[in-house]
């Protein structure tokens, strides 16, 4: 026969009173999700089966995880051409680990060529490690006049410095011009004050036998 004790705490207690107590209305609501969530993908197994395919289960959604979009700059792969790479005997195995060539340090994955890489960037492992749901969000109407109207501005904006551009180099080549003019006159000068009445080196010309000065 079990009777009420005083602990410590001077609080009666019972010989089972250590035992986990549980929330049974918590826990039945929690059955009865399952239950529904269990309905639902054994119909979608019946209709994927009715129809030939294979069902897949779909993966949970972290909550934080966002729309997939488009890469904002290139990809630099050109920077490591003609560069040299000490990488540790073991430190990678196949492609897992850093190692010689392109590293994603989101998936830790090592790939010998610029093609693989982007391939894996676009890939589904990729996306998930990176937090992107895989999905492209459609823009609205509104957004893509948005869009049109800025890619616009900006092309405007480019014709702007191109114009600019060009008279700068109009103005640098007048510069160059006017340079070797000026550098041709001098060496004119130099010229002819080498000689003594200051009318410069007279030239020779050969007519039939005779020579005319």
Known sequence: MSGSKKNAYDTKQHDTSFRRTWDTAEYAEKGAARD???REEAKARYEAKLAGK????RASTPPDVRETEARKQRLDVGSMVGKTMLVPAGASI???GRGAGFYCEACDLTFKDNLQLVEHYNSKQHQLAVGESGKVRIAT???VRERLKWLKRKRDEEKKDEVINLEERLE???EKEDAEREEKRRKRNEKRRKTKNGEGVQGI???NDGIIC
Do not use: I, L, M, N
Not at 54 to 57: G, L, V
């Open 36 to 38: 529904a969530r269990d």
């Open 172 to 174: 640098v080549a007048r």
């Open 54 to 57: 294979k069902y897949h289960r």
């Open 205 to 207: 010309q050969y007519e």
């Open 141 to 143: 109407v509104e957004e």
């Open 94 to 96: 196949g492609k897992r």
